[in-house]
């Protein structure tokens, strides 16, 4: 949600794209591990960041912790760039918007951006300018640190090349080793199909990322 949106209820979808040339600009392959490595509970729910009998505000208080941990150790070098004292994940979203617009030459359309970040452009403009998934495509590279001026920017994620990669014995069982208690929950369970699709593409950058 945002602060103008308490419930969500005018939230647009979001273009999430792979970074082939560098591991940590990969949100699929980050998703990836991050899914593996909270397999067992999110085999019990499909909140990736919100448990059960967890109340909502609590995961982003203990990201927003365990990122200030991660760079607590480069406080100095911050600290020539900022005040370390304001130093926390709020601001990734504002940095995010920041890069697309100074970031390039070329950069996305000012309305593009409002709506990826869900600010509004007030009263008129978001009446007659609506998210469009051209400008959020775009916009959606330039996050994942793809240049567009460079040759490589529309370049496909990692992918599987099988026309079903669960044909492939090494695949099958590599997935089940990964993310073996969410496929298997709903195997057991009446939640649906299984997001196989999702696990796929994120194995997928896992692997072509370890090479």
Known sequence: DSKADKHGERLSQKNIYANPMDYKMCVWTALGVYISLNATSLAQSERLFIGKKVKDGT???KYNEQILGLVHSKQNEIQQQMNFSRFNAYGLRKGAATHAVTGTTSGP???????????SLGNVLDVYWHFGNVGDQYLGRI???????????G??????????PLSNENVARALQILYGPIISSYEEGNKGEAPIGLLLRCMACMVYHST
């Open 59 to 61: 995961a982003a208080y």
């Open 109 to 119: 359309s000012i309305p593009s951006i409002a709506r990826r970040g869900e600010w």
């Open 143 to 153: 996050l994942a640190g793809l240049d567009p001026n460079d040759p490589h920017f």
């Open 155 to 164: 370049t496909l994620p990692p992918h599987w090349t099988l026309a079903n």
